[in-house]
């Protein structure tokens, strides 16, 4: 089922048990910001990007390696070199996801980020070495940002997409079949915002982060809100700047944040987390975070 009516979704969702499959994601794979700059064509429709900063390429990799130091003490995290013609690959989820068994390919907006879906050594370790299948959505019309987009709920099988320039009808439905989904819930983002991760985050089917102000219609984030609750941390515009809905459960037992994104949080709001049973991990991610993303975005899972 695809939908953008609420009370459809919201039925749909509360009847729906956990036993699509595991929550959280096996490994993760990373791409180094080799060359760091910032990419002008993803500036023109990422407000979270300032063309103006100047950007530290040695700091960038620097808290990029510590990332992946960070993450690896969850699950295997691989890492691949970044280039110098793909200067946003840093972010892979975008470009590259997966669901048990199957690589699937983003079909992206803007022409720089397209060249990322080429690396043919990313494609060969999942065909090659893990064998998997591949699912390319860009032979199909829709623009579809993978989980830049789509959120996730892997336990229910349930898929949340904020629809913008990024993101826009076909490409919700080819992902949503993609990713083997049993209900996707579309909504319009606010005016500015350019994809669904900086403003929600579902942490391992039991908790959700969420930026009411990012979303056109604050009915869609209530409701959102609702079928989480309690555990339903809700950010305002502020934290949602410090990318504090840009978060993600690699295990049942962690959330992580940038560092930017957990001390822009209350005690009342971590206590949130904690009562659904997450500690709260926090990485330096500054100078990538000038680039328009933040930890989620550096994360490609592996289920």
Known sequence: MITRDIATFLRFARATPTDAGPANARGAF??????????EQSASDNRYMDMGVEVGADRALAQHRALQRALSTTLPTVCFPGREDTPDALFPNNVFGTAPGRLILGHMRHEVRQREAERSDIRAFFRDVLGYAELDLRQQPGICELTGSLIIDRARGLGFVGLTDRCDEAGAAAMHAAFGLRA??????????????????????????IAPGGFADPAAAEAIAALYAPHALVIDAAQKQAFAANCIALSDEVCWMSATGVAALSEAQRDILAAAGFALQGVELDEIEKAG????CCVAEIF
């Open 184 to 209: 996707t819930f579309l909504f319009d983002l606010a005016p500015g915002e350019y994809h669904t991760n900086v403003v929600l985050s579902i942490l391992a089917g039991r908790a959700v982060v």
């Open 293 to 296: 993303g933040s930890l989620r």
């Open 30 to 39: 990373l791409v180094t910001p080799e060359a760091f700059r910032l990419a």
